[in-house]
């Protein structure tokens, strides 16, 4: 028995000497990347709806239009908004809505109609364009000023239309 009792002994001297005998260490990378991504979403297309009546200058007309934007959480951004249509005729920091070569001029402001007012080239008048993070609605306020026709006025209803490119820069 006392021979078992050893020979248990020196093994376990012998396994407990040889597991401490030394030690290996090796690593691994453990990565992630991160792409902020950003979307835009109109929920609320801009419409004067129909404009009428006899006189020689058009009466001021205004609609409503909403901008959704959705960021990664913590980027910030910087939106503006440009005109697919030429910038110029009666009001240079305006928009235009075009039917052929005749303009009607339009305004947009940001939330409410004294609002920071956008220009076409992209810019806003107050600031350069509007800067934010995360997720927003922008309530854009359209303005047709009060103008003197520069459409000719035909029998029938005459359409007008500009298209506004919104850029998100993050």
């Given amino acids: 028995m006392f021979k078992k009792v050893a020979l248990a002994a020196l093994l376990a001297a012998v396994v407990s000497t040889h597991a401490q005998a030394g030690s290996a260490t090796g690593s691994f990378t453990v ?9 835009v979403t109109t929920s609320r297309n801009l419409d004067f709806g129909t404009i009428g009546g006899t ?32 910038a110029g005729g009666p009001v240079a920091t305006g928009f235009n809505m075009i039917n052929g070569a005749e303009k009607m001029s339009y305004y947009l402001h940001l939330g409410a109609p004294n609002g920071p007012l956008f220009a076409a080239d992209g810019t806003q008048i107050a600031a350069n364009g509007v ?18 026709p520069v459409v000719s006025w035909g029998t029938g209803a005459t359409n007008y239309a500009d298209t506004v490119q919104v850029t998100v820069g993050f």
């Fill in 31 to 39: 990565s992630a990347t991160f792409n902020p991504t950003c979307a």
């Fill in 131 to 148: 800067a934010g993070s995360g997720t927003t609605s922008l309530n854009l306020f359209g303005e047709i000023p009060i103008q003197s």
């Fill in 55 to 86: 006189a020689a200058v058009i009466s001021s007309f205004s609609a409503f239009a909403t901008v959704d934007i959705a960021c990664s959480q913590g980027v910030a951004y910087n939106v503006t908004l440009a005109s697919a249509t030429p």
